[in-house]
C-alpha cells in the first residue's frame, strides 16, 4: 500500500480509536463496484487484487465500516458507514406486531428500494442515518453485495439475512410464515419491467458486465417469465434463475403451483404493493409503528422508462394468469390492511410531514 493511502487509513484508524466523529475527506462520491466476501461476483470484483475491511470500534457503540478495494493501480474507498445504535427501539409489544425477524422475500423488479426501508427499522442494523443500500455504495451488483455484509451490519435476529438474492421459499414457508415481508406487482407490468431491464439479459446470475444472452422477442420473454412469482413462493432453489438463458430450464408452473402460492401470501406480515409506493410506506409504519423517513419514498434502482405504467400492447394479449392470481390476493390483503390500520392518502399525510422533517 503506498505510504499516502497507509496514512490516511492510520489517521482513519486513530480517529475511530479515539471516539471522534469523522468524515473521509476525500472518498469518492461514487463506488465503481461495490463490497462482497473476496469480491467474487462482478467481474471488475473478481479481478480485485486485494480487499480489505476493517470493522473499527469508537466511542460508546460507534462503529465505522471501513472496505477498501484495490483493483490495479488505483484504490477505492468504497463506503464508510457510521453507526450509532438507536436508542429508540422497535415497539414489538402489541400483539398485532409482526414477529421477528423480519424476512424479505424479494421478487425481481418489486422494488430493491424497500431494503432501505428494513434496514432503518430501530435496532436492525448499524447504519448511519442517510445510509442507502444503493449502486453509489455498494456498486451495480448491490443487491448481491449488501447480502455478503448484512450479518457483520445487521442483528438477525431482527431482520434476517437473505442467503440468495430472490430465493425461493419452498419447504422453508412453515419456518419464515408471520414473518415475510415484500412488495407485489402487477405482473404484466412486472414482465414488461424486466424484459426492458438488461439485467434480466445477464448470462449469469449477478455479473454485472457481460450481456451475453441475445433478447428473445418479448411475447416470448413473456412466455418464459411468466409465474416466477408462483415459483419463488412454493419452489426450491434459486429464483435467480430467473435470468436469461436459465428461464427455459425452471420447471413448469402449474395452477396448483398458484393456488398453493395464493394461500402462501396470507402468510405474510406485511404486503405492500409497488404502484402503491407511498401508501405502502405509510401501511408499513402503521404496522410497525416507526416513523417515516425520506430515504423510503427513494427508488434506488429506477426503470429505463419515464413512464409510471408500461403500455402492454406489445404483449399482443399475453396475460400471467398464475402470478395473476397470486397479484390479486396481495391486493385483497393490502387493502384489508389498509382499513386495518387506518391508512389513508389523508391519513398518510403525518407520514410524509415525518420524511420531510416537518
Known sequence: MAPRRGAWLLALGLAAYQGFAFLAPTVPSRAPTGLARGFGRCPQQRAASATQRQLVPGAGEALATILVSEMGDKTFFLTMVLAMRKSRRLDVSRNDR??????????????????????????????????SVDEDNFGTCFSFNFNDVCEDLCDTQRLRCQPVVHE?????????????????????????????????????????????????????????????????????????????????????????MAEEAVRRVSGFAFVGITDEWDLSVCLFHATFGTKCRALDFLDVRPGTSEAEVYDTAPLRGYRDELDGMVYQEALRIFQANLLKYNVSMDSCQRCFNEAQGV
Open 98 to 131: 409482526p414477529a421477528l425477524p423480519l424476512a424479505w422475500v424479494h421478487f425481481p423488479k418489486c422494488g430493491s428500494s424497500f431494503l432501505n426501508m428494513l434496514i432503518h427499522q430501530p435496532d436492525f442494523c448499524d447504519v448511519a442515518p442517510g445510509f
Open 168 to 256: 425461493c421459499i419452498g419447504s422453508q414457508y412453515t419456518e419464515l410464515k408471520g414473518h415475510m415481508v415484500g412488495m407485489f406487482r402487477q405482473p404484466e407490468q412486472r414482465i414488461l419491467s424486466a424484459y426492458h431491464d438488461e439485467q434480466h439479459n445477464w448470462l449469469v446470475e449477478g455479473d454485472c458486465e457481460e450481456k451475453a444472452a441475445p433478447k428473445p422477442a418479448l411475447p416470448i420473454f413473456a412466455e418464459l417469465f411468466g409465474g416466477t412469482v408462483t415459483y419463488q413462493l412454493t419452489g426450491e432453489g434459486y429464483a435467480g434463475d430467473h435470468k436469461l438463458p436459465l428461464l427455459p430450464d425452471l420447471p413448469v408452473r402449474t395452477r396448483a
